[in-house]
């Protein structure tokens, strides 16, 4: 570490040859809190990773009245919210997505008015097809500032309908907004996505987090979801390992060569960003699955190949993968992702201007990006407060010598141990 606001990657310069341990999946783990806040009876999750977006979640739910007790990554829930309190409530989801749109919706169940806002870069992220949705269900809702954007406050109405429409085609969040609120309905909730369905592992990914504590699901196809009503129980979950980290563990071993185990992964998971090792393996790498996890390796005097690739379904590892494919001997192709340009930063532009900083040669189409190999060099990259643009140049600093990340601290919103990771290699 050079400054508090910058980070200077370590050259490795040779083979690796590591185990990696990744926190808990913050995607499942912020499904199961929500379970467990509505749940009756006690439960118990297990697995919980420590970054910033599940703190976030956590401290929302505690406002709303869950009564959760912490003992490191274990939460117990002896509480739930109580959903009939008339009393205002705000909550700061801070730069957290997920918590934001959660507990959105979680105000069209209770009785006061819940008002949910964040830091500026949330403030801007989209959120109209959520609200909208919402209102099509009953809530009342409305905005302090921006239309569709946060700070929004939402209430309960006098009526909600069991049937609703929404987006799928910008945040696969929204729909799982509304699959988590859905059992607390009376008559239960079908929901029809329209558009273009983007991110479908996440839908699926929801639905069995649901199940896991007793809500009855029927994803009938691609565009209908059908939830019946009964609430959910409180049960003891565990939270897988989380895929998305796993990435970078897995990258370094194909940008640097020799062998990284990632410790608990499986192929068959129920979180679609697994299937990264097998966009690994077209590329070169070798993957292998035994009882420990999942090791991918490349021997060092094999050439990474490039590829054609459609990620809309793993688009979380956009970042990831170009860094991958700047070290590549042909070129790569990434579609299927135009969304991205609306996460924590512009996953598109953001990204290939940093790369940029790196000597890479970067073309932006509206649905991704392509990336012919050439000489790389030295460089800033900025991360645009995105901490997956921070962890995948930190993997390009693995190679190159002389990378800077700025802003490094951003790491913190899903692995903040991710800097001393990245040293053990």
Not at 166 to 188: C, D, K, R
Not at 217 to 243: L, M, N, Q, S
Not at 269 to 298: H, N, Y
Request: with cysteine; hydrophobic share 45%; net charge negative.
């Amino acid at each position: 570490m050079t400054r508090l606001d910058e980070y200077a990657v370590g050259l490795k310069g040779r083979s690796l040859d590591a185990v990696a341990t990744v926190p808990g999946s913050k995607s499942i783990a912020n499904r199961a809190l929500i379970c467990a806040a509505l749940a009756r009876g006690a439960s118990t999750i297990i697995g919980l990773p420590d970054g910033d977006d599940t703190q976030a979640m956590v401290q929302g739910l505690e406002l709303l009245g869950a009564f959760i007790d912490l003992d490191g990554a274990t939460a117990h829930f002896e509480q739930p919210i109580d959903l009939s309190r008339d009393d205002a409530v705000t909550v700061n989801a801070n730069l957290a997505g997920t918590t934001a749109r959660f507990l959105t919706a979680i105000g069209l169940l209770r009785q006061g008015p819940l008002t949910v806002t964040g830091n500026e870069s949330l403030r801007s992220r989209p959120m109209k097809d959520l609200h909208l949705a919402l209102e099509q269900l009953g809530a009342s809702v409305s905005w302090q500032s921006e239309k569709f954007c946060l700070p929004v406050t939402v209430q309960r109405g006098t009526t909600c309908s069991d049937s609703v429409q929404v987006s799928a085609s910008t945040s696969s969040q929204f729909v799982t907004s509304l699959m988590l609120i859905a059992p607390m309905l009376e008559n239960g909730l079908t929901i029809e996505l329209v558009g273009d369905v983007i991110s479908l592992p996440y839908i699926t990914m929801s639905a069995s987090v649901m199940r896991s504590f007793g809500a009855n699901i029927r994803i009938v196809d691609e565009r209908k979801i059908v939830i019946d009503g009964g609430g959910y129980v409180g049960c003891e979950f565990v939270v897988e390992p989380d895929a998305s980290s796993a990435s970078y563990p897995f990258a370094a071993a194909a940008v640097v060569g020799g062998r990284v185990q990632v410790h608990g992964m499986s192929l068959n998971m129920m979180q679609g960003d697994c299937r990264f090792a097998d966009v690994l393996k077209q590329m070169g790498c070798d993957v292998v699955e035994d009882q420990a996890g999942i090791t991918v390796s490349r021997d060092a005097t094999t050439s990474l190949r490039g590829l054609d690739v459609n990620m809309s379904e793993i688009s979380d590892l956009v970042p990831t993968l170009a860094v991958v494919a700047m070290f590549a001997d042909t070129p790569t192709r990434i579609r299927g992702v135009g969304f991205i340009r609306g996460k924590e930063s512009d996953r598109i532009g953001d990204l290939a201007a940093e790369m940029r900083q790196l000597g890479a040669n970067v073309v932006e189409h509206p649905d991704g990006l392509e990336i012919t190999p050439q000489a790389l060099h030295s460089g800033r990259c900025d991360t645009h407060h995105d901490h997956r643009l921070a962890m995948a140049f930190g993997v390009a600093g693995l190679k190159l010598d002389g990378v800077i990340i700025s802003d490094p601290h951003v790491v913190s919103k899903s692995w903040p141990q991710f800097w001393g990771m990245l040293e053990t290699l």
